[in-house]
């Protein structure tokens, strides 16, 4: 199954890449380093509050930059699963909602120049 799905993967990154240019790539390192980093912290230790606290808050003006924005919210999504506090969520919702308006910030930025 992880065969089929590295093939699948790859073929995505192809097309992306073939359509977006250096952006989708550029898009894909983001939010991959961020799973990264967030995996290799959760590993070594908890997850500290403030930690989260930072990544989640710094997403909410992160998005302005749009790899950035992917970026912090990989990281803060992936801190917020890991996380068991009990704000968890909201910093999970704060993730999701910066990572959606960094893509259509992307987007429009994409339109303009069309």
């Given at each position: 199954?992880?065969?089929?799905?590295?093939i699948?993967?790859?073929?995505?990154?192809?097309?992306?890449?073939?359509?977006?240019?250096?952006?989708?790539?550029?898009?894909?390192?983001?939010y991959?380093?961020?799973?990264?980093?967030?995996?290799?912290?959760?590993?070594?230790?908890?997850?500290?509050?403030?930690?989260?606290s930072?990544?989640?808050?710094?997403?909410?003006?992160?998005?302005?930059?749009p790899?950035?924005?992917?970026?912090t919210?990989?990281?803060?999504?992936?801190?917020?699963?890991?996380?068991?506090?009990?704000?968890?969520k909201k910093?999970r919702?704060?993730?999701?909602?910066?990572?959606?308006l960094?893509?259509?910030?992307?987007?429009i930025?994409?339109?303009q120049?069309?």
């Open positions: 199954m992880k065969n089929v799905l590295g699948l993967a790859f073929i995505v990154t192809f097309i992306l890449f073939r359509y977006l240019g250096l952006v989708g790539l550029l898009f894909l390192g983001a991959y380093l961020g799973d990264w980093i967030t995996k290799w912290y959760c590993k070594r230790k908890t997850v500290n509050e403030k930690v989260l930072l990544v989640s808050w710094s997403n909410v003006v992160s998005w302005l930059l790899p950035i924005g992917v970026f919210a990989s990281m803060a999504y992936g801190f917020s699963v890991n996380s068991k506090s009990e704000s968890s910093y919702n704060l993730a999701i909602i910066g990572a959606v960094s893509i259509v910030n992307a987007a930025g994409i339109l120049r069309l």
